[in-house]
């Protein structure tokens, strides 16, 4: 299966008031959207991250992906590092040309 998806912002405290996201604390949250995305996602799976994805430690952010099912790519979000960091957290790949693709498609 292929899924997409975007603007997680783990450990993002301040999310939840900007986005009303109905979670008390930013590690509740966490906790949360990866066992639901885990829920879903299957190993084999590939997800293709449509950017904002975390704003903490290189550590921690490693630590979150690492924790999620799939093959995880990623197109780089305004909020995210180089593309370089990207892939040092995790992500299999950093997509460049799939916002192209996805748009043709969406237009189809």
Do not use: Q
Not at 5 to 29: A, G, L, Q, W
Not at 31 to 51: A, E, H, K, Q, T
Not at 66 to 94: A, E, H, P, Q, W
């Amino acid at each position: 299966m292929i899924y997409f998806i975007s603007d997680t912002h783990f450990f993002h405290s301040n999310i939840i008031s900007y986005c009303s996201r109905p979670f008390k604390t930013v590690e509740e949250m966490n906790l949360i959207m990866i066992y639901r995305w885990n829920s879903v996602v299957s190993s084999d799976d590939i997800v293709i991250f449509g950017g904002d994805f975390a704003l903490t430690s290189p550590e921690k952010e490693r630590n979150i992906m690492n924790s999620l099912n799939g093959i995880n790519l990623t197109v780089k979000g305004n909020y995210d590092r180089s593309l370089s960091y990207l892939m040092r957290i995790g992500f299999r790949d950093v997509l460049i040309e799939v916002i192209c693709l996805i748009l043709i498609l969406v237009e189809y």
